[in-house]
Nanobody
Framework: QLVESGGGLVQAGGSLRLSCATS????????MGWFRQAPGKAREFVAT????????DFADSVKGRFTISRDNAKNTVYLQMNSLKPEDTAVYYC?????????????????????WGQGTQVTVSS
């Protein structure tokens, strides 16, 4: 079970940190991803992090503004979002896939993730 938290309402230019916690004892065996879905749009890839935390990837739209990290001791993955824009408004979902994806393209594909959180709303006002 994945549980996201940290969403909310923020002004453009502001920051939020999302957290995704799991109670599973094998968290370190799962690559983690963040995806988002805006109203009327398809779910899209935001960021992903590998098992050890050293490998990360970001969507071009958030590169340089968002960072992803994980604390395997706390079974938690984080998404730090800075310089937020109104177009970042969406429901943000964390997801887990067993072991690392075989390619960067696969890591960006939501179909490869086995477990999903319930989502947390992020709203950025202009």
């Amino acid at each position: 079970q994945l549980v996201e938290s940290g969403g909310g309402l923020v002004q453009a230019g502001g920051s939020l940190r999302l957290s995704c916690a799991t109670s599973g004892r094998t968290f370190s065996l799962y690559a983690m991803g963040w995806f988002r879905q805006a109203p009327g749009k398809a779910r899209e890839f935001v960021a992903t992090i590998g098992l050890s935390g050293s490998a990360t990837d970001f969507a071009d739209s958030v590169k340089g503004r968002f960072t992803i990290s994980r604390d395997n001791a706390k079974n938690t993955v984080y998404l730090q979002m800075n310089s937020l824009k109104p177009e970042d408004t969406a429901v943000y979902y964390c997801a887990a896939r067993f072991y690392n994806a075989p390619s960067p393209q696969a890591a960006r594909n939501s179909n490869g993730y086995n477990y999903w959180g319930q989502g947390t709303q992020v709203t950025v006002s202009s």
